[in-house]
């Protein structure tokens, strides 16, 4: 009898890419998906380790899955299982079996062993071994806008950060092997794809080349258009800017992973870039495309932030051009070099600073959706709700519509509107 598998992933975009990839694997292998722990012989939690709340998020799920089936055989992959030893106190009784973040994309190399009567429960290989990107991919996404994986790992050190542990040093993918991927896509009707990794801006360090080439030659690619995740802003030089300024393809959405803006901080976390660069990099960024998306993340109540590093910020992100602020608390993660930080700051403050960041998110966003209420935009048309009859769609720089509309056949066109026709932006 074909066994029945769910998955389950938390976190990144890369880690959804994963997750499907996982999947795939396994239909491949006459698995069966389903959609409910009832109807499942495996459970996989593809987890997230980002933040304490994950770890915590990771052992609820896998509890309550073996309490609703208790039969069901578990297995714990992602972040949090290649981090797993530095986990304190992790409860692995509800856990069968147990793949690092390179063992879960050759899961059929393990899957079977769950069945059987001697096994090895941990398959976690130190990462900072592993020097080769994996080359495979999801090749029936099923999102409207696909997320491509074009790198893994990164060499950064942050100071808060556990995820070069989870991930490795950076590996690209090759550039023959993402414009294959986005020539695929774009012969089954998709317009949008969306570059994705765990540090983007390093895609090329390891093949002697630089993200810019690779954007090249996505511009000469079949695809309509593409989007970037996140970047440095030490990472947006001159001469990437005035190519993304001049490509025909390029969506003008930038997420910056800033994670401050006062300087003490920066140093603290262990940032390689300056306030002053961030700002003249945001300003640049705002007067270079017409009305771009800027949104970035900020860490609030990092160890030692005074309450006037914290205005610093606060001042800065509210000056600038920013469209929107993704902004959370402080997350002490064991094996970091924050975590032995003295001046830790209590959960209530970070709490109140992050309420103030997101207020101030919501401010900034009203204020580029105003801006762009009268522009004339390129919105694709995604998913159609069953209950309304409305069409999602979304703009090149990253704004929201809704549409009401009888056909049935929209998804993946494009159109061109002005924004004014809409009652309500997002």
């Known amino acids: 009898m074909c066994k029945k598998f769910l998955v389950r992933t938390l976190g990144c975009k890369t880690n959804q890419i994963e997750g499907q990839i996982i999947a795939q694997s396994l239909v491949g292998l006459g698995f069966i998906e389903v959609d409910e722990i009832s109807q499942a012989d495996i459970f996989i939690l593809n987890s997230c380790s980002v933040t304490s709340h994950s770890d915590s998020q990771v052992s609820y799920i896998l509890n309550k899955a073996k309490r609703q089936k208790p039969s069901v055989k578990t297995v714990l992959t992602g972040c949090c299982a290649q981090t797993i030893d530095l986990h304190k106190n992790f409860d692995l ?23 059987e009567n001697d ?88 093949i002697n080349s630089k993200l810019q080439y690779l954007l090249e030659e996505i511009e000469k690619s079949k695809i309509h258009r593409f989007r970037l995740g996140s970047l440095y802003v030490n990472e947006l030089d001159d001469d990437l800017i005035e190519f993304l300024k001049n490509s025909e393809k390029f969506c003008p959405h930038f997420h910056l992973s800033l994670q401050s803006l006062c300087d003490k901080t920066l140093m603290d976390m262990n940032r390689k870039y300056s306030v002053e660069l961030a700002l003249k990099t945001i300003d640049r960024l705002y007067n270079t495309f ?10 609030a109540g ?113 159109k061109t509107v002005n924004l004014s026709e809409f009652d309500r932006l997002y």
């Open 93 to 115: 009784k509800n856990v069968d079996l147990i793949l690092g973040n390179n063992e879960k994309l050759d899961i059929e190399k393990h899957i079977n062993s769950l069945f």
């Open 290 to 299: 017409s009305e771009p998306f800027l949104g970035c993340d900020i860490i």
């Open 119 to 206: 096994f090895n429960k941990k398959n976690v290989q130190d990462i900072f071994k592993v020097d080769e990107f994996n080359f495979k991919f999801v090749k029936n996404p099923s999102q409207t806008r696909p997320s491509i994986k074009i790198q893994e790992g990164c060499n950064n050190r942050c100071s808060y950060c556990i995820i070069p542990f989870a991930r490795g040093n950076s590996r690209s993918n090759s550039v023959e092997n993402i414009i294959s991927q986005i020539n695929f896509l774009s012969q089954s009707g998709v317009k949008e794809v969306v570059l994705t990794g765990i540090h983007i801006g390093q895609w090329g360090l390891d």
């Open 302 to 414: 990092f160890p030692n932030e005074s309450d006037e590093d914290f205005e610093t910020t606060f001042e800065n992100l509210k000056n600038s051009k920013l469209s929107a602020i993704h902004a959370f608390p402080y997350s002490k993660r064991e094996g970091t070099v924050a975590a032995g930080m003295k001046n830790q700051i209590q959960d209530s403050v970070k709490t109140l600073r992050t309420q103030r960041l997101l207020e101030l998110s919501k401010t900034k966003h009203a204020e580029f959706l105003n801006r762009c209420k009268n522009q004339n935009c390129e919105i694709l048309f995604e998913k159609k709700s069953a209950k309304t009859g409305q069409y999602s769609a979304i703009t090149r720089n990253y704004i929201k519509v809704f549409i009401k509309d009888d056909r049935d056949d929209l998804r993946n066109t494009l």
